[in-house]
């Protein structure tokens, strides 16, 4: 059941109401499924206009559940699990803006509360978010570990062990560690079958073998090995699903950068041209951070026609 535009409003405008909880709690509304519903407007809009447009408004509404679990009469595990939810999706929306901080702070708080709250599923996925955040800024050795930590907590009938077997790859890649990248993915590749597509889990609807895959181009790319990275993007990009632009953006950007350093300068210029067509308007800092990488991959063929327009292009996306 969608949430209709006028309900959209409304519930941000909760935001005006907070000295007056205590008055308007109603026994008749179903609390739950109205941020169940609001979450998934939220995570649309932020596909839709970006991370930026949906920051506060996901901080308000964390705000909001917490003053909901102290009034009497609540079911206070359950809006803790929902409150863990809201939490986990600003870390993931700090995180493509680049603040590792503030991602690194909202995840925290997730892990927290999944933990009171007694969810041993978000507690496992949370590690692994923590593991991609890591992965993310860079650090081989923090990203492993708490990957490992997903893996030694991740209930059987979820794909969470095959998505921090990704994740630890990656790490590894940072790492240097050859055999041991092969060894993750193959494991996560092994692991991924039918995830589940319940709307409301945080991996629905983009978890799958092309995600996995699509990571390992990367990681090959970290390693140096940009022809096989090159070849891997070229075969996993058309099975991405269509309508994340943003991510499809970041993944053209990345398999530019494997093109250029397999000195395919034309091609890995062209590249970066269709990401940020695609991703004009995403407000996505994780391509611009990669958009940034390809440039400075890119400055030894600066004066090629190919590089010139890319260059150019870069320069006129909004910040």
Request: proline letters at 4%; zero cysteines; glycine letters at 8%.
């Amino acid at each position: 059941m969608s949430i209709s535009r006028r309900g959209f409003i409304a519930a941000v405008g909760m935001e005006t109401m907070r000295p007056r909880l205590t008055a308007i709690r109603d026994s008749s509304i179903d609390y739950l499924d109205h941020f169940r519903q609001l979450k998934r407007v939220l995570v649309d809009q932020d596909v839709l206009f970006g991370p930026k447009s949906v920051i506060p408004i996901v901080e308000q509404q964390i705000h909001i559940i917490g003053q909901l679990r102290r009034l009497n009469g609540t079911d206070t595990t359950a809006l803790l699990r929902m409150q863990t939810n809201y939490a986990e999706f600003a870390g993931w929306l700090y995180q493509d803006s680049l603040d590792f901080v503030a991602g690194e702070y909202w995840t925290d708080r997730a892990f927290q509360w999944a933990v009171a709250a007694g969810d041993d599923v978000m507690s496992s996925y949370i590690l692994n978010r923590k593991a991609h955040l890591s992965g993310d800024a860079g650090d081989g050795g923090e990203t492993v570990a708490l990957a490992g930590a997903a893996i030694r907590t991740a209930p059987g009938d979820t794909p969470i062990e095959a998505l921090a077997n990704m994740r630890a790859a990656h790490g590894h890649a940072l790492l240097g560690d050859r055999m041991a990248v092969e060894a993750a993915y193959d494991m996560a590749l092994e692991a991924v079958q039918n995830p589940d597509v319940d709307p409301d889990l945080p991996w629905s609807g983009w978890f799958d073998q092309s995600y996995v895959n699509v990571h390992k181009a990367r990681s090959l790319s970290t390693l140096g090995e940009y022809g096989r990275a090159a070849e891997q993007f070229t075969h996993v990009l058309d099975t991405l699903p269509p309508h994340y632009a943003r991510d499809k953006a970041v993944y053209l950007t990345r398999a530019g950068i494997a093109h250029a350093g397999n000195r395919d300068v034309e091609h890995a210029a062209t590249l970066g041209l269709n990401a940020i067509i695609a991703g004009h308007d995403s407000g996505s800092g994780r391509l611009a951070h990669e958009l940034q990488l390809l440039d400075q991959s890119l400055a030894p063929w600066q004066n090629q026609r190919a590089v010139i327009e890319f260059r150019a292009a870069r320069r006129d996306l909004p910040v």
